[in-house]
């Protein structure tokens, strides 16, 4: 900052403004606030100038859209020539209601499908198993065998949708589901478009949700790899996500540097199986959040496309301009929603989004109003989808190719991101003396990811509760509310009506195929041999996903969490 | 499973206050743990022991913890929209072993009606997303000491 001691060099033009109308200015009428933050604690300055990136070099750093290292986008038109796709995360209750709702959007402009799948589910566990009493079709769609896809397709043809299945520990057996509903429709296999999350990584750092220990879970990860290169080439294998992450808690560096650092992981563990780093490539994902910290945000998504390709390019030595892409999904954030005055959450969530379409997403959910409450009504996830609509035609934000590029606010911010995040990724290089995929797992097994995130949060909420965050409507410009929202109820017979599903296919199938099919994964899991061609023919013979991640279960045993506040 | 924050300045020969007790629990299969987390800092800030189970319990689990650790609250947080399953177990088991001096309070994403409802069954009070922690602190700290006046 400016300091009016001697100085070995001329003053420079800020130095001089600093000093002679800031300075009088700002003795008169001081700011607002000692400290000015993002809401990831980083301070900002009040004025960004040529000073700030000083160091800046157009064609290295920034380059044209659809170049390297794509700081501008990936692609030479960016929304010019398409707009980023729609993709509202939908599921709840059973199969029939989840292929309703599928209907409804595509009937509103929907460009994609995007899957919610209940908690159990998730876990790889059936809808007959006791803990899952209570949750069975409430946070998304329940799916326990092929039937239930089956429905959740009926009269969707699969060679016109892409979609989007935001599922982990279970999603080898899901993905084999999608292949086999292509399959029953007559559609090739290298037809089929979308994107399984399969990112178990995160979900030991953040998420949570998990079948067997992280090694097994990355080598399952693998074998989807190696399977999907060659039958499903237009289908994203892995969504690598910070969007959870951030979730938890973490600050916008911490979700870049830990996603990109497992994506480096992911690609170790691929070249260790003798997996060409281009051939791969291609078929890998991101997944972002984008939370109230405007420019940041941006910031965060031109470092993210910029670090991705340096090292995908240098550091594992991919030829092919395209595997030197990040493109990503971007979501709002969940976390920023309130319950309070809850359509101030539509404010919000615009905001978030345009930070998305200035940071150059490929897709974007945008969150419901009334998220913070309970799952979105129809009203809500129209709003939300209005809502992108009108960025994309009203607003002329889509027409030009990232607009803030060279603002030296915005350039400054995504260089200090940038270096921020590689230091990250540095120590957790470190952490695993020189490997990343080491790294990564040494920081879950001693909860060096999840301290961090933790402490992050900590730091937010002190912050919250003392005012020096503001969220309106909760800690400023409170009001008495009679709070009765039209909210979404799952049917409490839901659970019944999956379970009589359930029951019918045991009763129908054939059991003697079954076994044949989870003694032959077993068999294969235990030589170490590719799973997926196994999966795929339980999931044919109307195995439940809990007997298939069973199988995992029993070869690689469970994985329970050390407790650590 | 469960960790325990360690307990500064208790000497056996002059007996301070007890400390207020909590176990916090995460109940069900969703791994939504920020809150919790941050809750269960705030609580340990705030001068109380804290015990926490880490994921995915069952209400049996919760239950046993709470009376092995002869805790004054159970903290239990779902987001899994199982709350209207895993409460009721929960005070049922809790009155079964004759635990109705400890207080039960809950948090997460818990729509209004079924508030009212768990709060007439006996769950003390909901905290839902927007709660300061300084508010669930004082409303902790008055409870207790409300009840061991009775």
Redesign the interface.
Known sequence: MAKSVARTRPQTGKERWEEETLKPFLEKHPERKERFITVSNEEIQRLYTPEDVEDFDYERDLGYPGEYPFTRGVYPTMYRGRLWTMRQFAGFGTAEETNQRFKYLLKEGQTGLSTAFD??T??G?DSDYP?????VG??GVAVDTLRDFEILFDGIPLDEVSTSFTINPSAPVIYAMYIAIADQQGVPREKIRGTIQNDMLK?FIA???WVMPPKPSVDLIVDVFEFGIRETPKFNLISISGYHIR???STAVQELAFTLADGMAYVEAALERGIDVDALAPQLSFFFNSHNSFFEEIAKFRAARRIWARVMRERYGAQNPRSWMLKFHTQTAG?S????QPLNNIVRVTLQALAAVLGGTQSLHTNSYDE????PTEEAVRIALRTQQILAYESGVADVIDPLGGSYFVEALTNRVEEQALDYIRKIEEMGDGSMLQGVLRGIEDGFFQKE??DA??TY??Q??SGEQV?VG??KYTIEED??PN?LR?DPDVEKRQLARLKKVKEERDNAQVEKCLRALKGALERGENAMPYILEAVKAYATVGEIMGVFREVHGSY?????? | MSTKTPTPERSSEEAPTKRIRVLMAKAGLDGHDRGVKVIARALRDAGMEVIYTGLHNTPEQVVRAALQEDVDVIGVSILSGAHMTIFPRILELMKEYGMEDVLLIGGGIIPDDDKQKLKEMGVREIFGPGASTEEIVEFIRREVHEQKQK
């Open positions: 908690m159990p998730l876990m566990l803990l899952a009493h209570g949750e409430v946070e979900e998420q949570k949700e979730e938890a808690g976390c929603l309130t319950e309070q913070a409450l309970a799952l995130i933790a949060a900590y909420q002190k919250v509760d969220i909760v800690n709070r009765k909210i799952i329970r969490e050390p407790a650590m506040i």
